[in-house]
Nanobody, 124 residues
């Protein structure tokens, strides 16, 4: 059974940092492209970043470029999202998702498996 479990969310002040972790279970992480998505209240779920299974190539939404970094550790079956210089606009529930597609895309419809999400709140 495929499972994705996010952790690392919380409350942080503007300008602060958080590292989200996505733990994979029930499948071989190395074969899957992993994406991070977020959904703020009243808004659609949007792609934040993804990392391919093929060559480790990455993509970022324009709103997070230069602030967020995605990485993966296939041996530990984890994918991370390092978030620096956080802004109030980053407040959302963050989800990790997996797709067998080996090309990194930030299109939510491309992902077959989803975690339950972790809340990130950026506020002073």
């Amino acid at each position: 059974q495929v499972q994705l479990v996010e952790s690392g969310g919380g409350l942080v002040q503007p300008g602060g940092s958080l590292r989200l972790s996505c733990a994979a279970d029930g499948f071989t992480l190395a074969y899957y492209t992993i994406g991070w998505f977020r959904q703020a209240p009243g808004k659609e779920r949007e792609g934040v970043s993804c990392i391919s299974s093929n060559d480790g190539s990455t993509r970022y939404a324009d709103s997070v470029k230069g602030r967020f970094t995605i990485s993966r550790d296939n041996a530990k079956k984890r994918v991370y999202l390092q978030m620096n210089n956080l802004e109030p606009e980053d407040t959302a529930v963050y989800y990790c998702a997996a797709t067998i597609d080996d090309y990194a895309r930030l299109e939510k419809n491309n992902y077959e498996y989803w975690g339950q999400g972790t809340q990130v709140t950026v506020s002073s």
